[in-house]
């Protein structure tokens, strides 16, 4: 598998697991009141299935990768989820960036990339 596309495969996976926690958060906050009727409110809500597709769309890029590269290479990628998390926070729920998760991404890209370092 060549470089393209594994970090093709990086960028779904994580991009997917992070609009689908976003649409699980989107159903929960779509439904208001908490009645007898709330659990098929969840069941019937749109933005369930979204959230449940895309997680299952994320997983199947991860199994992709992991038949092509070591465990403790794929999962720490998995880590970019945050990342994507951080930013549809910020434009879709409008919610704050400050320092702390500044720092936070930094550190995991630095993680990352060491961890991808062919040292010889």
């Known amino acids: 598998m060549n470089i393209f596309l594994i970090i093709l495969l990086v960028l779904a ?3 997917c697991g992070s609009f689908g926690s976003f649409f699980f958060k989107k159903t929960i906050t779509s439904l208001i009141k908490i009645d007898k009727k709330y659990i098929i409110k ?5 933005w369930l ?4 597709f895309l997680y299952l769309l994320g997983g ?3 199994i992709l990768l992991l038949r092509q590269l070591d465990y403790s290479i794929v999962y720490p990628m998995s880590s970019l989820t ?3 998390t951080m930013v549809l926070s ?9 320092i702390k998760k ?14 991808n370092i062919n040292i010889s």
């Open 90 to 98: 910020f434009f879709l729920l409008n919610e704050q960036i400050n």
């Open 60 to 62: 199947i890029c991860n």
């Open 42 to 46: 969840t069941i019937l809500c749109p």
């Open 102 to 115: 500044i720092i936070a991404v930094v550190l995991i890209v630095t993680g990352i990339f060491i961890l």
């Open 82 to 84: 945050y990342i994507w």
């Open 49 to 52: 299935y979204a959230g449940g």
């Open 13 to 15: 996976m994580t991009v």
